[in-house]
Protein backbone atom coordinates (compact mmCIF):
# COMPACT_ATOMS: atom_id res chain seq x y z
CA UNK A 1 0.00 0.00 0.00
CA UNK A 2 1.59 3.29 -0.66
CA UNK A 3 0.27 7.02 -0.66
CA UNK A 4 1.71 10.36 -1.43
CA UNK A 5 1.84 13.57 0.90
CA UNK A 6 2.64 16.92 -0.33
CA UNK A 7 3.56 20.28 1.20
CA UNK A 8 2.45 23.35 -0.31
CA UNK A 9 5.77 25.24 1.29
CA UNK A 10 4.36 28.92 -0.39
CA UNK A 11 4.81 32.64 0.40
CA UNK A 12 1.29 33.53 1.73
CA UNK A 13 0.63 37.53 2.46
CA UNK A 14 -1.06 38.14 6.18
CA UNK A 15 -3.95 39.75 5.21
CA UNK A 16 -4.76 38.37 1.85
CA UNK A 17 -7.62 35.43 2.55
CA UNK A 18 -8.36 35.51 -1.32
CA UNK A 19 -4.78 35.66 -2.66
CA UNK A 20 -3.97 32.62 -0.35
CA UNK A 21 -7.34 30.70 -0.48
CA UNK A 22 -6.29 30.83 -4.83
CA UNK A 23 -2.76 29.66 -4.57
CA UNK A 24 -3.95 26.80 -1.85
CA UNK A 25 -6.45 25.65 -4.44
CA UNK A 26 -4.09 25.93 -7.29
CA UNK A 27 -1.51 23.95 -5.08
CA UNK A 28 -4.12 21.63 -4.40
CA UNK A 29 -5.48 20.97 -8.15
CA UNK A 30 -1.76 20.11 -9.05
CA UNK A 31 -0.87 17.98 -6.21
CA UNK A 32 -4.26 16.27 -7.14
CA UNK A 33 -2.72 15.60 -10.92
CA UNK A 34 0.11 14.71 -9.49
CA UNK A 35 -1.73 11.31 -7.55
CA UNK A 36 -0.86 13.16 -3.87
CA UNK A 37 -3.49 11.97 -1.06
CA UNK A 38 -2.52 14.53 1.67
CA UNK A 39 -2.03 17.97 0.72
CA UNK A 40 -0.59 20.29 4.17
CA UNK A 41 -0.45 24.07 4.16
CA UNK A 42 1.33 25.96 6.77
CA UNK A 43 0.41 27.22 10.11
CA UNK A 44 -2.63 30.16 9.71
CA UNK A 45 -1.82 30.00 5.63
CA UNK A 46 -5.47 31.15 5.06
CA UNK A 47 -4.53 34.45 6.26
CA UNK A 48 -0.56 34.73 6.61
CA UNK A 49 1.50 34.35 9.84
CA UNK A 50 1.25 36.54 12.13
CA UNK A 51 -1.56 38.42 11.80
CA UNK A 52 -1.10 40.17 15.20
CA UNK A 53 -3.98 42.55 16.46
CA UNK A 54 -5.59 41.82 13.09
CA UNK A 55 -7.05 38.70 14.68
CA UNK A 56 -9.13 40.91 16.93
CA UNK A 57 -10.90 41.94 13.78
CA UNK A 58 -14.53 40.72 13.66
CA UNK A 59 -14.38 41.23 9.88
CA UNK A 60 -10.89 39.80 9.49
CA UNK A 61 -12.09 36.36 11.40
CA UNK A 62 -15.18 36.46 8.72
CA UNK A 63 -12.98 37.12 5.82
CA UNK A 64 -11.16 34.02 6.90
CA UNK A 65 -14.24 32.03 7.61
CA UNK A 66 -15.48 32.77 3.97
CA UNK A 67 -11.99 31.81 2.19
CA UNK A 68 -11.98 28.42 4.12
CA UNK A 69 -15.26 27.83 2.59
CA UNK A 70 -14.12 29.18 -0.97
CA UNK A 71 -11.33 26.38 -0.74
CA UNK A 72 -13.75 23.83 0.09
CA UNK A 73 -15.87 24.68 -2.28
CA UNK A 74 -13.24 25.34 -5.13
CA UNK A 75 -12.00 21.20 -4.35
CA UNK A 76 -14.72 19.51 -4.23
CA UNK A 77 -14.10 17.67 -6.96
CA UNK A 78 -10.47 16.74 -6.45
CA UNK A 79 -11.48 13.23 -5.32
CA UNK A 80 -10.16 11.35 -2.35
CA UNK A 81 -7.76 14.42 -2.15
CA UNK A 82 -7.28 15.26 1.61
CA UNK A 83 -6.56 19.18 2.19
CA UNK A 84 -4.84 20.52 6.04
CA UNK A 85 -5.73 24.34 6.17
CA UNK A 86 -4.24 26.82 8.78
CA UNK A 87 -6.63 29.35 10.07
CA UNK A 88 -8.14 31.20 12.84
CA UNK A 89 -11.31 29.59 14.32
CA UNK A 90 -14.14 31.14 16.38
CA UNK A 91 -14.04 29.06 19.75
CA UNK A 92 -17.46 27.94 21.14
CA UNK A 93 -17.82 31.52 22.95
CA UNK A 94 -17.51 33.51 19.63
CA UNK A 95 -19.64 33.92 16.98
CA UNK A 96 -19.78 35.46 13.49
CA UNK A 97 -19.50 39.54 13.40
CA UNK A 98 -19.10 40.07 17.19
CA UNK A 99 -16.42 40.99 18.93
CA UNK A 100 -13.00 39.19 18.56
CA UNK A 101 -12.57 38.65 22.68
CA UNK A 102 -9.23 37.19 24.16
CA UNK A 103 -10.75 33.70 24.76
CA UNK A 104 -12.79 33.37 21.38
CA UNK A 105 -9.92 31.87 19.24
CA UNK A 106 -8.29 28.70 18.63
CA UNK A 107 -4.88 28.61 16.03
CA UNK A 108 -6.45 25.88 14.10
CA UNK A 109 -6.61 23.78 11.43
CA UNK A 110 -9.29 21.80 9.00
CA UNK A 111 -8.75 18.96 6.91
CA UNK A 112 -11.21 19.45 4.17
CA UNK A 113 -11.75 16.41 1.64
CA UNK A 114 -14.37 17.12 -1.42
CA UNK A 115 -15.82 20.25 -0.47
CA UNK A 116 -16.41 19.25 3.30
CA UNK A 117 -14.35 19.57 6.52
CA UNK A 118 -14.00 16.05 7.80
CA UNK A 119 -11.65 17.15 11.10
CA UNK A 120 -10.92 20.47 12.83
CA UNK A 121 -7.68 20.93 15.13
CA UNK A 122 -6.71 23.39 17.45
CA UNK A 123 -3.48 24.15 18.26
CA UNK A 124 -2.77 23.02 22.22
CA UNK A 125 1.08 24.82 23.01
CA UNK A 126 0.77 28.21 22.50
CA UNK A 127 4.36 30.18 22.43
CA UNK A 128 4.54 33.29 24.09
CA UNK A 129 8.53 33.96 23.86
CA UNK A 130 10.99 35.86 21.27
CA UNK A 131 8.55 36.81 18.53
CA UNK A 132 5.46 35.26 19.50
CA UNK A 133 2.73 36.60 20.95
CA UNK A 134 0.17 34.00 20.35
CA UNK A 135 -1.75 33.39 23.97
CA UNK A 136 -2.45 37.42 23.54
CA UNK A 137 -4.91 36.33 20.63
CA UNK A 138 -5.86 32.19 21.03
CA UNK A 139 -6.98 29.55 23.80
CA UNK A 140 -5.24 26.22 23.46
CA UNK A 141 -7.57 23.65 22.40
CA UNK A 142 -7.35 19.95 24.02
CA UNK A 143 -7.24 16.38 22.69
CA UNK A 144 -5.85 14.69 19.46
CA UNK A 145 -7.06 15.19 15.86
CA UNK A 146 -6.28 11.85 13.84
CA UNK A 147 -8.15 11.30 10.61
CA UNK A 148 -8.02 8.76 7.74
CA UNK A 149 -6.49 9.15 4.11
CA UNK A 150 -7.04 6.37 1.60
CA UNK A 151 -3.69 4.58 0.16
CA UNK A 152 -4.12 3.90 -3.35
CA UNK A 153 -5.14 0.17 -2.67
CA UNK A 154 -8.40 2.03 -0.73
CA UNK A 155 -6.84 1.66 2.72
CA UNK A 156 -6.52 4.24 5.11
CA UNK A 157 -3.61 5.80 6.41
CA UNK A 158 -4.03 7.10 10.29
CA UNK A 159 -2.31 10.76 10.24
CA UNK A 160 -2.05 12.47 13.47
CA UNK A 161 -2.16 16.24 12.77
CA UNK A 162 -0.20 19.10 15.08
CA UNK A 163 0.31 22.74 14.45
CA UNK A 164 4.29 23.67 15.24
CA UNK A 165 4.84 24.08 18.78
CA UNK A 166 2.35 20.98 19.35
CA UNK A 167 5.45 18.80 18.59
CA UNK A 168 8.45 20.28 20.91
CA UNK A 169 6.28 19.25 23.78
CA UNK A 170 5.60 15.31 24.55
CA UNK A 171 2.04 14.99 24.94
CA UNK A 172 -0.02 16.36 22.06
CA UNK A 173 2.28 13.51 19.63
CA UNK A 174 1.91 11.22 22.17
CA UNK A 175 -1.87 11.84 22.55
CA UNK A 176 -2.05 11.32 18.70
CA UNK A 177 -0.62 7.93 18.68
CA UNK A 178 -2.29 6.88 21.08
CA UNK A 179 -5.44 7.55 18.96
CA UNK A 180 -4.17 6.02 16.35
CA UNK A 181 -1.91 7.77 14.31
CA UNK A 182 0.79 5.94 11.48
CA UNK A 183 2.34 9.01 10.56
CA UNK A 184 2.43 12.69 12.30
CA UNK A 185 1.66 15.42 9.81
CA UNK A 186 3.36 19.37 11.84
CA UNK A 187 1.91 22.44 9.78
CA UNK A 188 4.18 25.12 10.81
CA UNK A 189 5.14 28.86 11.12
CA UNK A 190 8.81 29.11 12.61
CA UNK A 191 10.32 32.07 12.29
CA UNK A 192 14.20 31.82 11.44
CA UNK A 193 17.44 32.38 12.97
CA UNK A 194 20.46 31.32 12.53
CA UNK A 195 20.55 27.86 13.11
CA UNK A 196 17.17 27.14 13.87
CA UNK A 197 16.67 24.46 10.95
CA UNK A 198 18.89 22.21 12.71
CA UNK A 199 17.17 22.63 15.78
CA UNK A 200 13.86 21.72 14.44
CA UNK A 201 15.22 18.54 12.87
CA UNK A 202 16.66 17.77 15.93
CA UNK A 203 13.81 18.52 17.75
CA UNK A 204 11.45 16.54 15.71
CA UNK A 205 13.48 13.63 15.49
CA UNK A 206 13.24 13.46 19.56
CA UNK A 207 9.30 13.54 18.75
CA UNK A 208 9.56 10.36 16.27
CA UNK A 209 11.89 8.18 18.57
CA UNK A 210 9.25 8.94 21.21
CA UNK A 211 6.19 8.15 19.20
CA UNK A 212 7.90 5.55 16.56
CA UNK A 213 6.12 7.34 14.02
CA UNK A 214 7.77 8.85 10.46
CA UNK A 215 6.81 12.88 10.26
CA UNK A 216 6.49 15.34 7.99
CA UNK A 217 7.11 18.68 8.70
CA UNK A 218 5.08 21.69 6.65
CA UNK A 219 6.83 24.85 6.83
CA UNK A 220 6.10 28.49 5.46
CA UNK A 221 8.03 30.74 3.41
CA UNK A 222 8.66 34.15 2.94
CA UNK A 223 9.25 37.57 4.83
CA UNK A 224 6.62 39.38 6.56
CA UNK A 225 8.15 42.68 8.65
CA UNK A 226 10.80 41.80 10.77
CA UNK A 227 10.81 38.19 10.35
CA UNK A 228 11.65 35.32 7.79
CA UNK A 229 10.19 31.88 7.45
CA UNK A 230 12.82 30.31 5.55
CA UNK A 231 10.74 27.05 4.37
CA UNK A 232 13.04 24.11 4.30
CA UNK A 233 9.88 21.26 4.90
CA UNK A 234 11.26 17.98 5.69
CA UNK A 235 10.44 14.17 6.13
CA UNK A 236 11.55 11.49 9.22
CA UNK A 237 10.91 8.22 9.40
CA UNK A 238 10.45 6.04 11.94
CA UNK A 239 13.74 5.95 12.89
CA UNK A 240 14.52 9.73 13.29
CA UNK A 241 16.29 9.68 10.61
CA UNK A 242 16.06 12.08 7.35
CA UNK A 243 14.38 10.90 4.39
CA UNK A 244 13.51 13.95 2.45
CA UNK A 245 14.15 18.31 2.54
CA UNK A 246 13.21 21.14 0.22
CA UNK A 247 14.66 23.56 -0.59
CA UNK A 248 15.40 26.72 1.82
CA UNK A 249 14.19 30.21 1.00
CA UNK A 250 12.03 28.69 -2.39
CA UNK A 251 8.46 28.08 -2.61
CA UNK A 252 8.38 24.23 -2.92
CA UNK A 253 5.47 21.71 -4.11
CA UNK A 254 7.86 19.03 -1.82
CA UNK A 255 6.25 15.59 -2.10
CA UNK A 256 6.88 12.35 -0.46
CA UNK A 257 5.83 9.03 -1.24
CA UNK A 258 5.14 6.35 1.24
CA UNK A 259 5.35 3.15 0.69
CA UNK A 260 4.09 0.07 3.54
CA UNK A 261 7.00 -2.19 4.26
CA UNK A 262 6.43 -4.83 6.40
CA UNK A 263 5.42 -3.07 9.72
CA UNK A 264 6.94 0.24 8.90
CA UNK A 265 7.17 2.72 5.72
CA UNK A 266 9.28 3.12 3.09
CA UNK A 267 9.39 6.92 2.23
CA UNK A 268 10.81 8.34 -1.04
CA UNK A 269 11.58 12.25 -1.68
CA UNK A 270 14.17 14.74 -2.35
CA UNK A 271 17.08 15.69 0.05
CA UNK A 272 18.38 19.37 -0.54
CA UNK A 273 21.89 19.73 0.79
CA UNK A 274 23.03 20.99 4.04
CA UNK A 275 24.23 24.76 3.33
CA UNK A 276 26.50 27.18 5.20
CA UNK A 277 25.76 29.52 7.91
CA UNK A 278 26.79 32.36 5.57
CA UNK A 279 24.81 31.21 2.73
CA UNK A 280 21.78 30.88 5.09
CA UNK A 281 22.03 34.51 6.32
CA UNK A 282 22.52 35.99 2.81
CA UNK A 283 19.21 34.24 1.50
CA UNK A 284 17.26 35.03 4.67
CA UNK A 285 18.42 38.85 4.04
CA UNK A 286 17.60 38.84 0.51
CA UNK A 287 14.25 37.02 1.32
CA UNK A 288 13.07 39.75 3.84
CA UNK A 289 14.06 42.67 1.60
CA UNK A 290 12.40 41.17 -1.75
CA UNK A 291 9.04 40.51 0.65
CA UNK A 292 9.11 43.58 2.47
CA UNK A 293 9.42 45.44 -0.58
CA UNK A 294 7.09 43.39 -3.04
CA UNK A 295 4.66 42.86 -0.17
CA UNK A 296 4.36 46.40 0.76
CA UNK A 297 4.20 48.02 -3.11
CA UNK A 298 7.24 49.72 -3.32
CA UNK A 299 9.05 50.67 -7.17
CA UNK A 300 12.25 49.98 -5.59
CA UNK A 301 15.22 51.19 -3.48
CA UNK A 302 17.66 53.42 -2.29
CA UNK A 303 20.59 53.68 -0.21
CA UNK A 304 23.31 56.28 1.05
CA UNK A 305 26.58 54.40 -0.51
CA UNK A 306 29.69 55.48 1.62
CA UNK A 307 32.22 53.60 0.52
CA UNK A 308 32.22 51.51 3.87
CA UNK A 309 31.39 48.03 4.26
CA UNK A 310 27.51 48.37 5.58
CA UNK A 311 26.62 50.13 2.68
CA UNK A 312 28.34 47.44 0.58
CA UNK A 313 26.63 44.94 1.59
CA UNK A 314 23.47 46.29 1.81
CA UNK A 315 23.72 47.31 -1.79
CA UNK A 316 24.80 43.73 -3.18
CA UNK A 317 22.00 42.41 -0.51
CA UNK A 318 18.99 44.12 -2.33
CA UNK A 319 20.68 44.32 -5.71
CA UNK A 320 20.12 40.37 -4.84
CA UNK A 321 16.86 40.72 -3.97
CA UNK A 322 15.55 43.39 -6.40
CA UNK A 323 17.68 43.73 -9.62
CA UNK A 324 20.06 46.19 -10.32
CA UNK A 325 17.21 48.41 -12.00
CA UNK A 326 14.99 48.92 -8.86
CA UNK A 327 17.99 50.10 -6.60
CA UNK A 328 19.61 53.57 -6.21
CA UNK A 329 22.67 54.76 -4.72
CA UNK A 330 23.73 58.39 -3.56
CA UNK A 331 27.11 59.32 -2.64
CA UNK A 332 26.75 62.27 -0.58
CA UNK A 333 30.51 63.25 0.82
CA UNK A 334 31.70 65.86 3.31
CA UNK A 335 34.74 67.52 4.04
CA UNK A 336 35.58 64.87 5.93
CA UNK A 337 35.34 61.81 3.32
CA UNK A 338 38.48 60.57 2.32
CA UNK A 339 39.12 60.15 -1.86
CA UNK A 340 39.14 56.15 -1.30
CA UNK A 341 35.43 55.84 -0.77
CA UNK A 342 33.87 57.47 -3.27
CA UNK A 343 36.49 56.07 -5.49
CA UNK A 344 35.25 52.77 -3.84
CA UNK A 345 31.70 53.42 -3.67
CA UNK A 346 31.79 54.14 -7.65
CA UNK A 347 33.45 51.23 -7.90
CA UNK A 348 30.89 48.86 -6.32
CA UNK A 349 28.18 50.76 -8.13
CA UNK A 350 29.72 49.87 -11.24
CA UNK A 351 30.39 46.12 -10.58
CA UNK A 352 26.63 45.87 -9.92
CA UNK A 353 25.49 48.14 -12.53
CA UNK A 354 23.27 50.61 -10.43
CA UNK A 355 22.38 54.08 -10.98
CA UNK A 356 25.06 56.35 -8.66
CA UNK A 357 24.96 59.84 -8.24
CA UNK A 358 27.02 62.10 -6.08
CA UNK A 359 25.97 65.07 -4.04
CA UNK A 360 28.14 66.66 -2.03
CA UNK A 361 26.74 68.08 1.62
CA UNK A 362 29.70 70.56 2.20
CA UNK A 363 27.51 73.48 1.13
CA UNK A 364 24.88 72.20 3.27
CA UNK A 365 27.04 71.44 5.84
CA UNK A 366 28.42 74.90 5.92
CA UNK A 367 25.21 76.30 6.05
CA UNK A 368 23.74 74.85 9.22
CA UNK A 369 26.77 75.67 10.85
CA UNK A 370 26.58 79.49 10.01
CA UNK A 371 22.64 79.05 11.01
CA UNK A 372 23.83 77.74 14.50
CA UNK A 373 26.87 79.80 14.92
CA UNK A 374 25.39 82.33 16.93
CA UNK A 375 23.47 79.91 19.18
CA UNK A 376 27.03 77.82 19.64
CA UNK A 377 28.87 80.57 20.21
CA UNK A 378 32.31 79.56 22.29
CA UNK A 379 31.12 76.29 22.36
CA UNK A 380 33.86 73.71 20.54
CA UNK A 381 32.92 71.72 17.72
CA UNK A 382 32.17 68.25 19.10
CA UNK A 383 29.62 65.46 17.99
CA UNK A 384 26.96 68.09 17.28
CA UNK A 385 28.97 68.66 13.73
CA UNK A 386 29.46 64.74 13.19
CA UNK A 387 25.59 64.69 13.14
CA UNK A 388 24.83 67.08 11.37
CA UNK A 389 26.64 65.83 8.42
CA UNK A 390 24.69 62.58 9.11
CA UNK A 391 21.13 64.26 9.24
CA UNK A 392 21.61 66.22 5.92
CA UNK A 393 22.33 62.70 4.23
CA UNK A 394 18.98 61.51 5.88
CA UNK A 395 16.77 64.42 4.58
CA UNK A 396 18.69 64.56 1.08
CA UNK A 397 18.03 60.69 0.75
CA UNK A 398 14.16 60.94 2.47
CA UNK A 399 13.77 63.62 -0.26
CA UNK A 400 14.67 61.17 -3.02
CA UNK A 401 12.44 58.75 -1.41
CA UNK A 402 9.38 60.96 -1.46
CA UNK A 403 10.05 62.43 -4.77
CA UNK A 404 10.39 58.89 -6.57
CA UNK A 405 8.34 56.46 -3.92
CA UNK A 406 11.63 53.81 -3.64
CA UNK A 407 12.33 53.29 0.04
CA UNK A 408 15.54 54.34 1.94
CA UNK A 409 16.89 51.08 2.99
CA UNK A 410 19.20 51.84 6.41
CA UNK A 411 22.93 50.42 6.61
CA UNK A 412 23.18 50.54 10.45
CA UNK A 413 24.64 47.01 11.87
CA UNK A 414 23.69 45.01 15.36
CA UNK A 415 26.98 46.30 16.52
CA UNK A 416 25.99 50.23 15.82
CA UNK A 417 22.16 49.76 17.25
CA UNK A 418 23.34 47.80 20.40
CA UNK A 419 25.67 50.89 20.94
CA UNK A 420 24.08 53.96 19.69
CA UNK A 421 26.84 54.26 17.27
CA UNK A 422 24.87 55.78 14.68
CA UNK A 423 22.57 59.40 14.24
CA UNK A 424 18.93 59.61 15.19
CA UNK A 425 17.34 61.13 12.00
CA UNK A 426 20.49 60.55 10.34
CA UNK A 427 22.05 57.28 9.09
CA UNK A 428 18.90 55.97 11.09
CA UNK A 429 16.38 57.68 8.66
CA UNK A 430 14.79 55.82 6.18
CA UNK A 431 12.03 52.35 6.16
CA UNK A 432 13.89 49.32 6.35
CA UNK A 433 16.70 48.18 8.51
CA UNK A 434 18.10 45.61 6.14
CA UNK A 435 21.13 44.31 8.80
CA UNK A 436 19.51 45.76 11.77
CA UNK A 437 20.29 42.27 13.47
CA UNK A 438 23.99 41.40 11.81
CA UNK A 439 26.71 41.89 14.02
CA UNK A 440 30.03 43.70 12.36
CA UNK A 441 32.01 40.62 12.62
CA UNK A 442 29.47 38.65 10.70
CA UNK A 443 29.03 41.76 8.37
CA UNK A 444 32.16 40.67 7.35
CA UNK A 445 32.13 37.32 7.12
CA UNK A 446 28.91 37.64 5.17
CA UNK A 447 30.87 40.50 2.56
CA UNK A 448 33.43 38.14 1.95
CA UNK A 449 31.18 35.49 1.36
CA UNK A 450 29.22 37.21 -1.30
CA UNK A 451 32.89 37.75 -2.90
CA UNK A 452 33.12 34.12 -3.09
CA UNK A 453 29.48 33.33 -4.53
CA UNK A 454 27.05 34.85 -6.72
CA UNK A 455 23.70 32.72 -5.86
CA UNK A 456 21.51 35.22 -8.21
CA UNK A 457 23.44 36.06 -11.10
CA UNK A 458 23.56 39.37 -10.56
CA UNK A 459 27.55 39.62 -10.43
CA UNK A 460 30.57 38.38 -8.72
CA UNK A 461 32.93 39.82 -6.74
CA UNK A 462 30.52 43.15 -5.87
CA UNK A 463 32.29 44.50 -3.06
CA UNK A 464 35.67 46.02 -3.58
CA UNK A 465 38.07 44.57 -1.83
CA UNK A 466 39.81 47.81 0.08
CA UNK A 467 36.35 48.29 1.68
CA UNK A 468 36.43 45.01 3.29
CA UNK A 469 40.29 45.45 4.25
CA UNK A 470 40.21 49.10 5.41
CA UNK A 471 39.57 50.24 8.85
CA UNK A 472 35.49 50.83 9.56
CA UNK A 473 35.10 54.84 10.00
CA UNK A 474 32.02 56.89 10.05
CA UNK A 475 33.97 59.93 8.44
CA UNK A 476 32.36 62.62 9.77
CA UNK A 477 36.04 64.07 11.51
CA UNK A 478 39.12 63.87 10.85
CA UNK A 479 41.24 60.44 10.65
CA UNK A 480 38.07 58.77 12.41
CA UNK A 481 37.98 55.29 13.32
CA UNK A 482 34.84 53.15 15.44
CA UNK A 483 37.20 52.08 17.41
CA UNK A 484 38.24 55.50 19.09
CA UNK A 485 34.44 55.22 20.43
CA UNK A 486 34.29 51.36 20.47
CA UNK A 487 36.04 48.14 21.78
CA UNK A 488 37.00 46.19 19.15
CA UNK A 489 34.49 44.49 17.17
CA UNK A 490 35.19 41.21 17.75
CA UNK A 491 35.05 41.97 21.16
CA UNK A 492 32.53 44.55 21.26
CA UNK A 493 29.89 41.66 19.57
CA UNK A 494 31.34 38.71 22.05
CA UNK A 495 30.01 40.87 24.78
CA UNK A 496 26.62 42.04 22.65
CA UNK A 497 25.52 38.23 22.09
CA UNK A 498 26.24 36.95 25.95
CA UNK A 499 24.94 39.96 27.50
CA UNK A 500 22.36 41.30 25.16
CA UNK A 501 21.29 38.24 23.18
CA UNK A 502 21.90 35.37 26.17
CA UNK A 503 20.98 37.33 29.15
CA UNK A 504 24.85 37.05 30.99
CA UNK A 505 25.46 39.10 33.49
CA UNK A 506 28.41 41.44 33.53
CA UNK A 507 30.51 39.53 36.49
CA UNK A 508 30.05 36.73 34.25
CA UNK A 509 31.58 37.90 31.04
CA UNK A 510 34.08 39.46 33.06
CA UNK A 511 35.00 36.05 34.97
CA UNK A 512 35.48 34.69 31.31
CA UNK A 513 38.41 37.07 30.86
CA UNK A 514 36.29 40.18 29.35
CA UNK A 515 38.09 43.84 30.56
CA UNK A 516 35.44 45.29 33.23
CA UNK A 517 36.09 48.85 31.66
CA UNK A 518 34.76 46.91 28.25
CA UNK A 519 32.18 44.89 29.66
CA UNK A 520 30.72 47.90 31.96
CA UNK A 521 31.36 50.46 28.68
CA UNK A 522 29.15 48.62 26.60
CA UNK A 523 26.44 47.70 28.85
CA UNK A 524 25.64 51.19 29.89
CA UNK A 525 25.68 51.92 26.00
CA UNK A 526 23.06 49.61 25.36
CA UNK A 527 21.32 50.73 28.41
CA UNK A 528 21.63 54.29 27.67
CA UNK A 529 20.58 53.92 23.62
CA UNK A 530 17.14 52.48 24.23
CA UNK A 531 15.50 55.85 23.16
CA UNK A 532 17.15 55.42 19.96
CA UNK A 533 16.42 51.85 19.11
CA UNK A 534 12.39 52.30 19.53
CA UNK A 535 12.53 55.19 16.54
CA UNK A 536 14.58 52.91 14.48
CA UNK A 537 12.94 51.58 10.93
CA UNK A 538 12.06 47.84 11.82
CA UNK A 539 14.88 45.32 10.17
CA UNK A 540 15.66 41.90 9.71
CA UNK A 541 15.99 39.23 12.14
CA UNK A 542 18.29 37.03 12.14
CA UNK A 543 19.16 35.82 15.45
CA UNK A 544 17.50 34.44 18.59
CA UNK A 545 17.09 37.91 19.78
CA UNK A 546 16.92 40.90 17.93
CA UNK A 547 16.09 44.63 18.59
CA UNK A 548 12.77 44.39 18.17
CA UNK A 549 9.36 41.94 18.98
CA UNK A 550 12.27 39.97 20.98
CA UNK A 551 13.62 42.51 23.37
CA UNK A 552 11.07 44.62 24.99
CA UNK A 553 12.79 47.13 27.86
CA UNK A 554 12.07 49.97 29.28
CA UNK A 555 13.28 53.26 28.50
CA UNK A 556 12.68 54.50 31.90
CA UNK A 557 14.67 52.80 34.26
CA UNK A 558 16.86 53.11 37.26
CA UNK A 559 17.75 49.34 37.11
CA UNK A 560 21.81 48.86 37.00
CA UNK A 561 23.24 45.47 35.83
Not at 152 to 163: F, K, S, W, Y
Request: hydrophobic content about 45%.
Amino acid sequence: MSFSVSVAQLDFVVGDMAGNARRIVEAATAAHARGVRLLLTPELAICGYAAEDLYLRPAFIDACDDALKSVAAATAQLKGLHIVVGHPARTGNGARGRSVAVASLHNAASVLCEGRVVATYAKRELPNYQVFDERRYFVPGQGACVFDVPGADGQPVRVGLLICEDAWFDAPAADARAAGAELLAVINASPFHAGKGGEREATMRERVRATGLPLVYAHLVGGQDEIVFEGRSFVLDAAGELAGRARSFEEAEFDARFERAGDGWRIEASIDREHSAEADLWHALVLGVRDYIGKNGFPGAILGLSGGIDSALVLAIAVDALGKDRVRTVMMPSPYTADISWIDARDMAARLGVRYDEIAIAPEFEAFKASLAPLFEGRAEDTTEENLQARIRGTLLMALSNKFGSIVLTTGNKSEMATGYCTLYGDMAGGFAVIKDVAKTTVFKLARWRNAHDPYGTGANPIPERIITRPPSAELRPDQTDQDSLPEYPVLDAIIERYMENDQSPETLIAEGFARADVEKVVRLIRINEYKRRQAPVGIRVTHRSFGKDWRYPITSKYRA
